[in-house]
C-alpha cells in the first residue's frame, strides 16, 4: 500500500515540474537557443577529410539552406549581444574618471604665477633664460658669424667667380653651395627667433630639426674648409687690396674735381627751377662717380705740369736771391762775424755733452756697472713666495763654474 502512495506522490510531482515547463516553455520540444546541444559532432564540423566527402555528396540547395541558417543565427547572436551591452561596457566612465584624476592634479600643482621680467635685473633674466632654451643664445651668435661670414668673404669670393678670376669648376660649386647653405641656415634662424619673439613653443618644431640638420652639415665642410683657407685669404686679401687702391683713386679724383669747380663756379648763379635742379644733381653725381682711365690719366698728366710748374718757381726765385746779395755787396765794407769767431774755442778738445755735469756722469757710471755686476754675481732673492720658475731665465750657453786646480 506504501509503494503505490510513493509511485502516485511521484507521477503527481512529475505532472506538476512538466506543467511548470509548459508554462514556462509552450513548444517544449524545441531547444533552448542558448543550450549546448546534445550531439558532439555539431561542433567538430570541418572543410577537409571525411566531413569535406560527406559535404560534396550534399545537394546545393542544402548547402546554400545551411549557409543561410548560419547566417541568420550569426545576427540574431549580434543583436543579443548589443541589447545586453549597457553605458558601463562602452568604457565611458573609465574617461570620465581619467579627466576628474587630470583635473585633480591640475588643482594639486595650484595656480601657475607669471613673473614679471621687468622686475629681474639682467643677470636672473639671462639666467631664465638659459634655463628656458639654452640653444638661444647660441643661435644668435651663430646667426652673426655666419651672417659676417656670407659679407666678407663668400659674397667677394662669388663675385670674383662671376668675374672670371676664379675659374669654374668643383671650387666656384664649392662655394656657391656654402653661400647657399649659410643663406639657409641663416633664414632658418631668423624664423625661429620670430617663434620665440611670439612666445610659441619651438622644441617639438620642425625647424629645430632642421637646424640641427644644417649644423651637422657646416660642421662637416668645416675639414674642407680648413684645407681652402690659405687659397681663400690670398684670393680675399688681393680683392680687398684691389679695392682700396680703388677706393684711393676715386677719392684723389673727387677732391681735384671739387676743388676745380670750386674755381670755376661763377659769383652770381641763378638757382635751377624744380626738374632742372633734380636733373643737373643727378648728371653731377654721375659725372663725379664715373672713373674711367682717361679721366684719371688727364688727372695725373695735369699733377706733372703742376709740379714742374712749382720747381721752376722755385729755382727762378733762388736765383734771384743770388743775384740780390751779389748786388747788395759792398767791396769797401768790412765782412760779418761768423759762429767760430764768435765762440773762439781755439784748439780746445771735443768734449762729450755727459762731461759738462759730473753728478750725471757718474750716475750713468753707476748704472752700467750694477748691469755689469748682474752677468758676474747673481742677486740675492729672498724666498717671500713659492719657486715659481726663473724670472729672467737661464741661458744655456754660460758656464759660470770654477775649474778645480
Known sequence: GEEDERDVEDEEEDLSM????????????????????????????????????????RSQQEIDAEEEEEEQEAQVIQRRLVRDLGEDDYGLDMIQGYLTEQQKTHDSKGQKIDKDLQALSKKQQ???????????????????VKLMEI???LHPLLQMVRDGTIPQGKGSRYLQTKY???LNYC????????????????????????????????NDLAVIDQKLSPQVRMLLRNYYDKKEEKLRKANKFSVFLTMDGKKNKPKHA????????AAAAA?????????????????YKMMEEKL??????????????????????????????????????????????????????HREKFRRAKIRRKGQVREVRRELHRYAGELSGIRAGVKKSRKLK
Do not use: C
Not at 743775384?323 to 762729450?352: C, F, W
Open 270 to 277: 641763378s638757382a635751377p627751377v624744380n626738374g632742372q635742379a
Open 18 to 57: 512538466e506543467s511548470d515547463l509548459e508554462e514556462r516553455h509552450p513548444e517544449a520540444k524545441l531547444p533552448h537557443e542558448l543550450s549546448w546541444g546534445q550531439r558532439k559532432q555539431l561542433y567538430y564540423d570541418t572543410d577537409y577529410g571525411s566531413d569535406a566527402q560527406a559535404k560534396g555528396k
Open 180 to 182: 647657399h647653405l649659410y
Open 126 to 144: 639671462l639666467k631664465l633664460l638659459k634655463q628656458e632654451s639654452p640653444e638661444l643664445l647660441q643661435l644668435m651668435e651663430d646667426f652673426e
Open 187 to 218: 633664414a632658418n634662424i631668423s624664423f625661429y627667433l620670430v617663434l620665440k619673439s611670439k612666445r610659441l613653443p619651438v622644441h617639438s618644431h620642425p625647424v629645430i630639426e632642421r637646424l640641427v640638420a644644417y649644423r651637422n652639415i657646416i
Open 308 to 361: 714742374a710748374l712749382k720747381r721752376k718757381r722755385a729755382r727762378d726765385e733762388d736765383v734771384l736771391e743770388e743775384a740780390a746779395v751779389s748786388e747788395g755787396e759792398d767791396p769797401s765794407k768790412k765782412r760779418g762775424v761768423t759762429y767760430q769767431m764768435i765762440k773762439n774755442k781755439g784748439l780746445t778738445p771735443k768734449r762729450r755733452k755727459i762731461d759738462r755735469n759730473p753728478r750725471v756722469k
Open 151 to 153: 659679407k666678407d668673404e
Open 283 to 299: 648728371a653731377g653725381s654721375s659725372d663725379e662717380s664715373e672713373l674711367d682711365e682717361e679721366a684719371a690719366l688727364k688727372y
